[in-house]
């Protein structure tokens, strides 16, 4: 006799290759088909424990990278992380309920997941895999969260055709289908201006920590790569901790090399920055030199990284695990991150912060025209983390209706159109220079107008209803 939770797990894994680096984006529905299957007629713990196994299945091979820094760490996080979806299967009704039920528990669990613990962690989560397909378009009206829904009534109308249960199949279909449409057709902003815009890449071998790393070396290659920008440009992007000073960037002899960079060219360079601030602290920031070469602008990282940029309780997991290669924690800056250029105001999301759709909103919110995205991935010796950093890049120019240019000192360094589309996208490992005219936007979607508020409420309506379906007999 088979096991449920084998079967489980599989699904999972089966729903985890939805995600870059793999994209095959039909099986995130066919994965939800099978865990549908699955919690039919299951108690409490026995769905507890096909959901949890699910959320394995999934977050193991999502969540691979983390293995490369800390196995113990990537064990935990796995698990902490199926848990949620533990949950969702126990939030959902084991009979003729759970097709509402299903889809709206995994939206639940999945907006739990990016907020808790220790501010979320959205990485590996089910909408990454669905910006290469025909769903994308509907987080312009509903976010990352519509589209796990949609994916999940898509996985719920597969196993109704399986089981030849036509009506609830059909239903599930119309749904997915009408709303992939609408998405298509919603608003998505106004274009005013086109810009060029430059995305430095200064290349180098992957799969080496920061503190292993020479900082003269980084910045230096970077130099190198920027003799390549070709005039007229109107807007620069280094990317994330390329610039590495012990004390405040302004007295740093780093700046007036940059500062060189943007009078050559005749355009502001957005550089990533970090800053000494004491023995055990540090600032990551994106720091604007105008086109005369001077400082004039800057916004401090607001989402730190747990456990990589920052460790909660220090003294609690200093007694338990070796911090030597986490031995300071970044200062969180405060507020939208917006800086101002005399290309336009640019909406700044500095690496980590790219998965969290709240920090788009709050910078288009605040006048952003257009989306930069300086980050540092070289630490991942896979293309797992930097793809699913592009997958997120693209999720957000949908939702925001806005462009999107990534740089990264490794890669992947990227444009990416208001529509989702990679217009460019560098080679890991490459030292390049992408140049390209970029529209800046205004004007916001449905989305980021109303957040995830609509979703999560329909969600618990859903749910309701689910359990409220279940006093009909199970089928």
């Known amino acids: 006799m088979y096991s449920q939770a084998g079967v489980a797990a599989l699904a999972g894994v089966m729903a985890a290759l939805s995600l870059p680096p793999w994209g095959w984006w039909p099986l995130g ?22 959901g949890s196994a699910f959320g394995v299945g999934m977050f193991t091979v999502g969540l691979w990278w983390m293995g490369e820094f800390n196995a113990l760490g990537a064990g935990l996080a796995v698990i902490v992380e199926a848990l949620f979806v533990g949950l969702a299967g126990v939030a959902c009704p ?14 639940l669990a999945e907006g739990l997941r990016r907020v808790v613990p220790f501010g979320g962690l959205p990485l590996a989560g089910i909408a990454l895999g669905q910006v290469g397909g025909p769903l994308a378009g509907a987080a312009r009206i509903g976010g990352e969260l519509l589209l796990v829904a949609l994916v999940a009534v898509a996985g719920v109308a597969l196993a109704g055709l399986a089981r030849r ?14 709303l992939a449409v609408a998405g298509v057709a919603a608003p998505d902003g106004t274009a005013d201006r086109t810009v060029d815009v430059a995305a430095v890449q200064g290349g180098g071998p992957r799969g080496f920590r920061g503190v292993d790393t020479d900082a003269e070396v980084v910045l230096a290659a970077h130099l190198a790569a920027s003799e390549r920008l070709r005039p007229p440009l109107d807007l620069v992007l280094w990317p994330e901790d390329v610039i590495d000073v012990d004390r405040p960037i302004a007295a740093a002899p780093a700046a007036e090399r940059v500062g060189a960079v943007a009078r050559r060219v005749g355009a502001p360079v957005v550089a990533g920055v970090v800053e000494d601030a004491g023995a055990t602290r540090f600032r990551n920031a994106a ?12 916004y401090d990282k607001v989402h ?27 200062i969180a800056g405060r507020g939208p991150g917006v800086v101002t250029t005399s290309a336009g105001q640019a909406g700044v999301l500095i690496s980590y912060e790219v998965f969290f759709a709240d920090r788009a909103r709050a910078a288009t919110g605040a006048g952003g025209t257009i989306l930069l995205v300086p980050t540092n991935a070289a630490s991942f010796r896979t293309s797992q983390v930097p793809t699913q950093e592009v997958a997120a890049a693209r999720l957000r120019a949908i939702e925001s209706g806005r462009s999107v240019v990534q740089a990264a000192p490794t890669g992947y360094s990227a444009f990416i159109d208001h529509r989702g589309v990679v217009r460019a996208r560098s080679t890991l490992g490459r030292r390049q220079v992408i140049q390209r005219p970029v529209t800046l936007r205004s004007g916001r979607t449905i989305y980021h107008r109303t957040g995830d508020w609509p979703v999560l409420v329909v969600a618990a309506i859903a749910l309701a209803g689910g359990w ?8």
Request: glycine fraction near 10%.
């Open 287 to 298: 720091v604007v030199w105008s086109a005369t070469g001077a400082i004039v602008d800057r």
């Open 29 to 50: 529905s066919a994965g939800i088909a099978v865990l549908f299957v699955v919690l039919q007629d299951r108690s409490v713990g026995g769905r507890f424990r096909a």
């Open 165 to 178: 249960h036509w009506r609830a199949a059909v239903v599930a279909v119309v749904i997915v289908a009408g």
């Open 94 to 107: 084991p009979g003729r309920g759970r097709a509402l039920g299903l889809p709206a528990a995994l939206v």
């Open 304 to 330: 730190r990284v747990p456990f990589g940029e920052y460790v909660p309780a220090r003294a609690l997991v200093d007694r338990a695990a070796d911090l030597s290669v986490i031995p300071r924690d970044a």
């Open 468 to 475: 409220w379906g279940r006093r009909e007999p199970a089928s």
